[in-house]
């Protein structure tokens, strides 16, 4: 083994006033020229371990070494070190935040000038050097981040979820740019939320709720599960119950919807069912497929939830209509300049799923913000269960359950007043009110939080408090905002899990979400990327214009992106 | 460990430092366009100074003498009688609030001067007391000089036996904004000196830049001197600025030397920077920094400095308390170089107190800037 540019042992961090440790006993090591992944959910403990290393806080026990030396002592100039918000100074332009970081980690000044070209190069900033910092774009912001914690080649690159958030092309181009430097024999650690990234890491420790599950190359970790994945072909109507009755079946401990298909795991050493106990015809066939990060992850944690959702179980059945139950006819918002949505036209019907995709800034926020009757548009009508936004706006809001970005409850009021608060603001009488949030209470297993304010909880029971709250009064449509942003795969089975059952139950789903593999389980999905939709169609329709056989859905983006690009700078 | 000062890396902060100041605007409007509102309110809007009491006179007697008693009044240039008439009438006139006082010269006044007494009642709005005692004591004056003039006139040779000769020194006219304009610069470099210092250090923890930037080799003593310079100068060419306008615009006059004042404000301005600071680094926060430099940097100043009430006629615990407020040993040299001129007897003491709490402030700052997170 090369020897490592840092490494911790044993490393263990409690907060004051948490309950659970940080970091709980973590050992790992990062050596020259290799992607070293971080890989969790948020609250896992990545950044905190990340400035452990940074020499920013003091662990508890175990030792964090960089350098040969303790991070806290160590030669900072030899560090890149590139915080979660990018450490960026908004009110200076490209150039000067270069300068002010070569300056700082003490960049020669002969050298500098090579350095400030092959940087500027290398992110393709120099048209911008005199653009201030706050003007770029989330992908500028995030390489002009990178370059400044490279301005002095480091031997030990840290990068905190550098690429959350950004669009797929950018994402990629800056694995890329990351990847060619460990090259030249720096060491990288890379902390993601996005799994797929650690597929692609040469070593990964895997964190959960503090806690290491895993140390070791991707591949080795995915080859455990190697014969357990298979994709099975099923017709796309009803093929959420099929994924159910096979979530529900004890040879398959996780599954997914993929397009026209399902994705199922099974457990170890099991026979896999039947297609036709499944429901489908004899002639059906699983296959085998790559298993992913994700599903080893899953399995590690000892597989997703079962197939049927309580919640869709209590929930009513809403009636059938023909009329589409989500309708945007040429939606623009422009903010004084700047056109945040332009021209967006979609219809849904009921009973569906449909999917905003696109990077922060693209502007799904503010489409959906305008369905929901949060932000009126520039132009454009909408309608949402058939009453107009502009005309009968507070039906609209009334039929709607609106589940906001991040977390937008009361985190100061406990978890019972939450819902108390949530069900009396929908009109909920008192037998109903009390009814509903005894069920919310058993379906989302909220009983050991509900005296604790809702700041305090876990990520992924805020996720589930704030769900709950915007079913209480079973709403016929559905706006989920970034449900699952951040949070362990496994509640993200859970939310996909009941999504699927109120679906079937007649609910119309709209849902916002920067994971481009979760349009697959959406009927139909629209890319949105500078204010406008790039592409609508169904997941596989999407993935076919990737112009590739087995394409991912991110594939498919970066294509329509660049093609989007060259359309602009020709026009 | 390169915790060493290093020129290049403080240069390099400074320069950052110094454009984020010019690009900033709610920088310059701290830095600016606040002192500029705080010194017009005190130049004009704050005013101490007496003006004309709106009055009414009953005049129950029809003697000469209450005549010329009530004339004195009229024509008087501290009065405005407005209403004349019965007690009952007035009195209600006064609950309305539309007069603050009311003259009673009552039957049988003249008879009484004839024997050389006189007495004349003065009713006053107790719930204006400042107005009130000026009513008051300013009638007696009145009546005091009209009694003497009288007696003069009548050629009677009996002159009061003690004359008071009052001379106001430093401020003859005793105009208050003589005294509140100073002061007001005072007002003005806490706003910069504590309230803008702790929102630039609160704003970088915010926006994760300090995260960013304590991960470099940057030393804390770097970064906390280039958050003081910039600050101390922008600080003082606000002062400048104002002292400036106060001399030009309000007319106060400066007897005293540029260079004390710019001594007194540079020795008043390292407590106040070191208050900056520490309450950045102690609460990392804009919101809350911006809360406790107001009250515990700017409100302390104004209330408990002496700039607006003297420390004096302060309940003895509240004077006490007065002992720790940085802006008190500043006031009186600021009213004194101002008005008076440059007194290095009275400077000296308070500027060792000044340079005392700046140590103090600074030894806690430095204390609370931890190259740590959490």
Not at chain 2, 34 to 56: E, K
Not at chain 2, 139 to 168: H, N, S, V
């Amino acid at each position: 083994m090369a020897d490592a540019v840092a490494s911790v042992h044993g490393l263990t961090k409690r907060f004051s006033g948490q309950e659970k440790a940080a970091l709980d006993k973590i050992s790992m090591d990062i050596e020259p020229g290799k992607m070293t992944g971080l890989v969790g959910p948020d609250g896992a403990g990545k950044t905190t371990l990340i400035r452990i290393l940074a020499g920013l806080i003091d662990p508890d026990a175990g030792e964090a070494t960089v350098f040969g030396r303790a991070a806290t002592a160590t030669d900072r100039s030899m560090i890149g070190y590139m915080p979660q918000r990018f450490g960026l100074y908004e009110d200076l332009s490209v150039i000067e935040n270069l300068r002010l970081y070569a300056d700082l980690r003490g960049l020669p000044p002969a050298d500098r000038q090579a350095s400030f070209d092959r940087l500027l190069d290398f992110t393709d900033l120099k048209r911008f050097t005199d653009r201030l910092a706050g003007k770029l774009s989330g992908g500028m912001k995030q390489k002009l981040g990178l370059a400044c914690a490279m301005v002095r080649a480091p031997k030990l690159l840290l990068l905190d979820e550098p690429s959350v958030g950004v669009d797929p092309l950018s994402r990629r181009e800056l694995w890329q740019m990351v990847k060619d430097l460990a090259g030249d024999g720096i060491g990288v650690l890379w902390s993601t939320a996005y799994l797929d990234e650690a597929e692609k890491c040469d070593t990964v420790t895997l964190l959960s709720e503090g806690k290491g599950l895993y140390a070791g190359p991707p591949q080795a970790l995915t080859d455990k599960i190697c014969n357990r994945v298979l994709r099975l072909a099923v017709p796309s109507e009803g093929r959420r119950v099929i994924l159910q009755r096979a979530l529900d079946d004890p040879a398959i401990i996780d599954g997914t919807v993929q397009g026209d298909a399902l994705r199922l795991m099974l457990k170890a050493n099991t026979a896999p069912p039947t297609p036709q106990s499944l429901g489908l015809k004899s002639g059906s066939l699983f296959e085998t497929v790559q298993p992913r990060f994700e599903d080893a992850f899953i399995d590690l944690l000892g597989g997703g939830p079962s197939g049927t959702s309580q919640l869709a179980e209590h929930y009513r059945k809403i009636a059938a209509t023909d009329a589409p139950a989500i309708v945007a006819d040429g939606l623009s918002r422009r903010f004084g300049d700047f056109t945040a949505a332009d021209l967006v036209s979609f219809s849904v019907p009921r009973g569906q799923i449909f999917g905003l995709l696109g990077p922060n800034g693209a502007g799904k926020s503010t489409t959906f913000k305008m369905l929901c009757g949060l932000l009126t548009p520039s132009e454009g009508r909408g309608s949402v269960a058939g009453f107009d936004l502009h005309s009968a706006k507070a039906d609209a809001r009334q039929s709607l359950g609106y589940m906001a970005q991040k977390f937008s409850l009361y985190g100061d009021l406990s978890v019972r007043q939450n819902l108390n608060f949530f069900a009396g603001a929908y009109g909920l009488k008192n037998g109903d009110a009390r009814e509903a949030i005894e069920r919310s209470i058993e379906i989302f297993h909220l009983h050991r939080y509900l005296k604790e304010n809702a700041s305090t909880m876990p990520l992924g029971f805020k996720q589930r408090l704030a769900l709950a709250c915007a079913v209480l009064h079973q709403p016929p449509v559905l706006f989920l905002d970034e449900p699952t942003s951040g949070v362990d795969p496994i509640v993200r089975r859970e939310f996909w899990t009941h999504i699927n059952g109120l679906v079937e139950k007649g609910v119309t789903v709209l849902v916002t979400t920067h994971f481009m593999d979760e349009a697959e389980y959406c009927d139909r999905a629209t890319l949105i990327y500078r204010a406008r939709q790039i592409a609508t169609g169904t997941p596989d329709e999407l993935k076919a214009l990737a112009g590739k056989a087995d394409a991912k859905m991110e594939d498919a983006f970066i294509a329509l992106i660049k093609a989007s690009n060259l359309q602009r700078e020709a026009a | 460990m390169s915790d060493k000062f290093n020129p290049r890396r403080f240069g390099a902060m400074l320069v950052k430092e110094s454009l984020q100041i010019v690009r900033d605007p709610s920088t310059l409007l701290i830095a600016f366009v606040l002192p500029m509102l705080l010194l017009f309110m005190f130049g004009y809007g704050v005013n101490f100074d007496t003006p004309r009491s709106r009055i009414g006179l009953s005049l129950q007697d029809n003697s000469e003498a209450a005549k010329s008693l009530a004339g004195s009044f009229q024509s008087s240039r501290w009065f405005d009688v407005v209403e004349t008439g019965a007690v009952s009438q007035l009195s209600s006139e006064m609950v309305a609030g539309r007069i603050r006082g009311i003259i009673v010269i009552p039957h049988g006044f003249g008879r009484q001067v004839a024997w050389g007494s006189g007495d004349i009642q003065v009713l006053t709005d107790g719930s204006m007391p400042n107005t009130a005692s000026f009513i008051g004591a300013y009638a007696e004056g009145l009546r005091a000089t009209w009694a003497g003039a009288r007696a003069g006139d009548r050629g009677t040779t009996r002159p009061p036996p003690i004359r008071t000769a009052a001379r106001f020194w430093f401020n003859p006219e005793l105009k208050s904004r003589y005294f509140l304009v100073p002061g007001s610069i005072a007002a003005v470099m806490t706003i910069v000196g504590t309230l803008l210092t702790s929102l630039v250090i609160a704003r970088e923890w915010e926006r994760g830049t300090l995260e960013a930037i304590m991960a470099t080799p940057v030393g804390m003593i770097e970064l906390i001197a280039t958050k003081v310079v910039p600050y101390f100068l922008l600080a003082l060419v606000s002062m400048t600025l104002c002292s400036v306008l106060a001399i030009t615009v309000f007319g106060v006059p400066f007897r005293g030397s540029p260079l004390a004042l710019l001594v007194i404000s540079s020795t008043f301005l390292f407590p106040a920077l070191g208050q900056g600071l520490w309450i950045s680094a102690a609460t990392k926060n804009q919101f809350v920094a911006s809360q406790v430099a107001l009250v515990s940097g700017l409100l302390p100043t104004l209330l408990l400095s002496g700039f607006i009430f003297e420390i004096n006629s302060m309940p003895k615990p509240i004077q006490a308390i007065t002992y720790l407020v940085p802006s008190r040993y500043l006031i009186p040299q600021m009213q004194t170089v101002f008005i008076a001129g440059d007194d290095w007897s009275l400077f000296l003491p308070n500027m060792v107190m000044l340079i005392g709490f700046g140590f103090l402030f600074f030894f806690l700052a430095v204390r609370a800037t931890k190259r740590r997170i959490a």
